[in-house]
């Protein structure tokens, strides 16, 4: 079974810490990396391509629904 690559994107250092924390526990689950807003998280998507990417709705800049 193929792991997971996971970008979590939040503006709050110590959730994304927290989030990051309880993934890596998980086996064959990789955090490919962290956004603390909407245009970073674009930009890791493109050069990171994560299979998910756990994204918090309010992002300062582009927010999550956008």
């Given at each position: 079974?193929k792991g997971a690559r996971v970008?979590?994107?939040?503006?709050?250092?110590?959730?994304?810490?927290?989030?990051?924390?309880?993934?890596?526990?998980?086996?064959?689950?990789?955090?490919?990396?962290?956004?603390?807003?909407?245009?970073?998280?674009?930009?890791?998507?493109?050069?990171?391509?994560?299979?998910?990417?756990?994204?918090?709705?309010n992002l300062p800049g582009i927010?999550?629904?956008?």
């Open positions: 079974m970008l979590l994107a939040d503006d709050h250092s110590l959730v994304r810490a927290g989030i990051r924390s309880l993934l890596e526990k998980i086996p064959g689950v990789e955090v490919v990396g962290e956004a603390s807003n909407g245009r970073e998280a674009l930009e890791l998507v493109k050069t990171k391509t994560p299979d998910i990417v756990l994204l918090d709705l927010d999550g629904i956008e």
